[in-house]
């Protein structure tokens, strides 16, 4: 009996929370909350524009380790490419600040994005095409969808390789040209290209970076090696090589899994310009790892439940840096115990990806 | 007058080009280099697109360069190997033929 009392009261309180939040961004109150509460509100007394959901800061001297802990915690909540270092006051920010004006990545709502395709393509090449993006829609809340119209997704079959535009900058490219392009592709490209090719390229329309340039896997390759190689191979000069192969990605762009040499993401480099003589493998498709990072930034509805997208839009930022004597900041040990007991077990990734139990995969997540 | 030779028209590339000095000729490719003649021919670089943004950056997209320009420099012969497909797979290297005459 008192067992069943504790889970009401528990679940009442769940609910109140939950009902809390909702009347911040409806304005109105909810049924629970007008029924006679147990413990009076510390908020009683005040005058209802200061009930509002306000944001509170941390001081600006944490700023930098609460962003590496958000980052900690869900890779989202990192800014990307380093776009941070080109705005002008980047310290007046507020805590919603560097994933919706930094990052590149279309959030965590499921999301359908519609393709279309530059030149005159057979049906059934664009169905083909659309069925291999749509392969990351395995985990993930993102799908694509082709359109007779203009598309947000454009796709090239012309020359000039493969490449794509990087997450949503794919919706600041002008609509008569395409945002990725697949170079040659045809009914007749073996279907490992597809895989290989269409899968990476729609990787970077997520918002995922090549994977060889990160440093764990940058640090292995000599860059002398490389000049030259690349000089001999493509006639790249220093610069090229610089830019395509040696510079690693900025700690705060990274996606969150240790670097992975067979990540989709990642391309072939020859054991003949790294330190160690061993190829950096690539990959030639979406693997464990792969889907379950993708699936854990761009996660599926659970239990029907949708993410609301404009909730941010609705919330007052009235934010509130009130600083606290240094003394008082919580250890490190701490806060990493904090997050830890944050996880609900039953939403470890083995749960949701049962296929995965028993990988390192686990570690991952 | 120089030229701004452009071969996205063709399919393929011809074996051979002539072109007169100043010309720079644009190859969609990753990557080339000259093998014969390069005081006759200069290979400017492999180049990435690139699009203006209205607050005057530049966004380019993830993916290896796309653009090789060459500039004739004076009459004589070159021979350039242009690499095209994907660097980093399964690179197909074409030999090219360049007279440059005035």
Redesign the interface.
């Known amino acids: 009996m008192k067992e069943k009392n504790d889970h009401e009261r528990q679940l009442r309180e769940a609910l109140l929370k939950i009902e809390g939040v909702l009347s911040c961004i409806t304005g109105k109150e909810g049924p629970l909350a007008a029924s006679p509460k147990e413990e009076p509100s510390a908020d009683e007394g005040l005058p209802p524009e200061q009930l509002g959901c306000s944001i509170k800061s941390v001081p600006p001297r944490l700023a930098k380790l609460a962003a590496e802990t958000a980052r900690r915690v869900n890779p989202v909540n990192g800014p990307v490419l380093g776009r941070l270092a080109?705005l002008k006051a980047p310290t007046d920010f507020h805590p919603q600040f560097l994933t919706i004006v930094v990052s590149k990545y279309w959030g965590p709502s499921p999301r359908r994005l519609t393709v279309s395709f530059m030149e005159a393509t057979p049906a059934d090449l664009r169905a083909r095409i659309v069925s291999h993006m749509n392969a990351w829609a395995k985990t993930t809340c993102i799908s694509f969808v082709e359109t007779t119209g203009v598309g947000t997704v454009r796709i090239a079959r012309?020359?000039?390789?493969?490449?794509?535009?990087?997450g949503t900058?794919i919706t600041?490219?002008?609509k008569n040209?395409p945002?990725?392009?697949l170079?040659g592709f045809t009914m007749n490209t073996p279907e490992s290209e597809f895989r290989?090719?269409v899968r990476h390229?729609t990787g970077?329309t997520l918002g995922f970076?090549?994977e060889h340039m990160r440093k764990e896997l940058v640090s292995r390759i000599d860059p002398q090696k490389a000049y030259l190689y690349?000089?001999?191979?493509?006639?790249?000069?220093k610069a090229?090589v610089d830019a395509?192969v040696l510079t690693p990605l900025n700690d705060q762009s990274i996606m969150g899994t240790p670097a992975d040499q067979t990540s989709i993401m990642c391309?072939?480099?020859p054991g003949s310009i790294t330190k160690d003589g061993k190829p950096i493998t690539?990959g030639v498709d979406i693997n464990t790892t792969d889907y379950a990072f993708a699936g854990k930034i761009y996660p599926k509805p659970l239990l029907g439940l949708t993410p609301e997208p404009a909730l941010a839009d609705h919330l007052e930022l009235a934010v509130d840096t009130t600083d606290w004597d240094e003394a008082e900041d919580v250890p490190d040990a701490e806060r990493d115990a904090t997050i830890e007991a944050t996880l609900l077990p039953s939403h470890g990734p083995t749960d949701r990806y049962p296929e995965l139990a028993g990988t390192a995969l686990a570690n991952h997540a | 007058m120089a030229r701004l030779i452009d071969t996205?028209s063709l399919p393929e590339l011809p074996s051979q080009i002539t072109l007169s000095p100043g010309d720079v000729l644009v190859l969609?490719?990753?990557?080339?280099?000259v093998q014969t003649g390069d005081d006759v021919l200069e290979?400017l670089?492999?180049y990435?697109?690139g699009?203006l943004?209205a607050a005057g950056?530049v966004?380019s997209?993830?993916?290896?360069?796309?653009?090789?320009l060459l500039r004739a420099l004076q009459p004589g012969q070159a021979t350039v190997?242009v690499?095209?497909?994907?660097?980093?797979?399964s690179?197909e290297t074409h030999t090219l033929g360049v007279i440059v005459e005035v």
């Open positions: 080109e012309g020359a000039g390789g493969y490449w794509s535009y990087l900058d600041l490219i002008p040209r945002t990725m392009n170079q290989r090719v390229e970077h970076p090549h690349f000089l001999k191979t493509q006639g790249w000069d090229t395509q391309y072939q480099l690539g | 996205q969609q490719a990753s990557g080339g280099y290979m670089g492999a990435q697109p699009l943004q950056t966004l997209p993830m993916g290896a360069p796309g653009t090789v190997n690499v095209m497909g994907d660097p980093w797979f690179p």
